[in-house]
């Protein structure tokens, strides 16, 4: 079993503190601790780890039972919302299709502007003045439903940026992309100035990030440079599958 590797110690803008989470009369965490302070930092792990309900928790979309959720060493249930989602922390779902509400992109990118206090006709001058930044003018009056996956993927990544929240949590994001739309978020996601928080299975991303977080059914199984990580985790698959193919039960040297 690899090692827990300590990250670096900082002032966190997102932590966690003896999170204790059920859901269903199941144990998703039992006393989760963690600071999450770096720029860049990945989550990893087998599905059902724990990495989507973890987002959920530092957006505030889900309650733990006892435990406290801080942004920048404030209760993060104590903020009103609208300050939480504007210039807190925002999440991209894994499925756009359950963040998208509006028929257009444009729409839909003003959204994210609302808290501002801003009129109708100046987030829709702004959602579109942003699009023509991206060489994406052509969007604006589209109907999202004419979209691909990958590009209503897109859409929620836009408006999360437009929005302006501090800290960008990303569940799955690479999931419905080809490899030049990979690499093209990647750049963005470098190129943005904020705190980005990523859950993938897509190592390839979040490899090179000064921290990644392997969680195993709840549990942080390493923590530390992204490159140590994910060769720890792929050994872990690696030897997982062998013993799978051998018919033998795992030991503890898969995970």
């Known amino acids: 079993m690899p090692s827990v590797v300590s990250a670096p110690a900082a002032s966190p803008l997102l932590e966690l503190r003896q999170i204790h989470l059920r859901r269903g009369g199941q144990e998703v965490f039992a006393g989760l601790n963690l600071g999450l302070a770096e720029e860049r930092i990945g ?31 404030q209760s993060l249930h104590a903020l009103p919302a609208g300050q939480l989602r504007a210039q807190r922390v925002g999440m991209m779902f894994q499925n756009p299709d359950d963040q998208i509400i509006f028929p257009t992109v444009e729409e839909e990118l003003a959204l994210g502007l609302q808290p501002r206090g801003l009129s109708r006709r100046e987030t829709l001058a702004a959602a579109r003045a942003f699009l023509a930044e991206r060489s994406l003018a052509d969007w604006g009056a589209r109907a999202v439903s004419t979209l691909s996956q ?10 999360l940026l437009l929005a302006g929240p501090r800290t960008l949590l990303l569940d799955e994001p690479y999931a419905s992309l080809d490899l030049p739309s990979q690499a093209h978020l990647s750049d963005e996601i470098a190129a943005c100035g904020r705190q980005v928080i990523v859950s993938t299975h897509v190592l390839g991303p979040v490899r090179d990030c000064a921290r990644v977080i392997w969680l195993h059914e709840g549990r942080v199984q390493a923590d530390g440079p992204g490159s140590e990580v994910c060769a720890a985790y792929e050994a872990a698959v690696a030897c997982e599958l062998a013993q799978a193919r051998a018919g033998r039960a795992p030991t503890p040297c898969a995970l």
Do not use: D, F, M, Y
């Not at 990958?150 to 408006?159: I, K, S, V």
């Open 150 to 159: 990958g590009q209503r993927q897109r859409l929620c990544w836009l408006a």
């Open 43 to 73: 989550l990893i792990g087998h599905n059902g780890a724990g990495k989507t309900s973890l987002l959920r928790l530092l957006c505030g979309l889900e309650l733990p039972q006892t435990g406290e959720v801080l942004s920048q060493g």
